[in-house]
């Protein structure tokens, strides 16, 4: 797992704030539900101040010890053992715009930090494509909430 090449490099520093990404979203017409535009909104969604490139890597659930699922906390523990580390929120978005040709069916979740919504729910960034639509969503984040062995996570690769 820890060898396994980059699913993906995304560009950061893309756009210079949030609004610049909800801009560019709809220019380019992804849909962003209302929880990602939300979490877009709060001061832990940063962006980066200079165009950067990461590395992304793709796993399940599965993949990294948890076929019957886990917590956000195991996943995320598991991950960092393994020398991944953990997206900048604006991972995102980024890839959200970076990622046209998406399969449809697909839905991706970002390990980032939590972003405490309106409501002071946690949410991570999900990239989802299906029958309406190509999307920037949110997945709820409860401390108890157990993510299944096929749920798909992405992480910035360890050099």
């Not at 939300?38 to 993949?63: H, N, R, W, Y």
């Not at 999900?126 to 999307?135: E, K, L, Q, T």
Request: hydrophobic share 35%; with cysteine; proline share 7%.
């Amino acid at each position: 797992l820890m060898q396994r090449p980059a699913w993906k490099s995304v560009k950061l520093g893309i756009q210079p704030n949030a609004d610049g990404y909800r801009s560019a979203l709809k220019d380019n017409g992804f849909h962003l539900c209302d929880w990602a535009n939300d979490i877009m909104g709060k001061s832990a969604f940063t962006v980066s101040d200079q165009p950067i490139s990461v590395d992304l890597v793709l796993v399940t659930v599965t993949e990294l010890g948890f076929p019957k699922g886990t917590t956000r906390a195991k996943i995320y523990e598991r991950a960092l053992e393994l020398g991944f580390k953990l997206c900048p929120p604006e991972v995102g978005p980024s890839l959200r715009l970076q990622y046209p040709d998406q399969p449809n069916g697909e839905w991706l979740l970002i390990g980032m930090e939590p972003i405490a919504d309106a409501d002071g729910g946690l949410g991570v960034f999900r990239v989802g494509h299906d029958d309406n639509g190509r999307w920037l969503g949110s997945g709820w984040d409860y401390p108890d909430s157990l993510w299944d062995g096929s749920y798909r996570w992405l992480f910035v690769r360890g050099k």
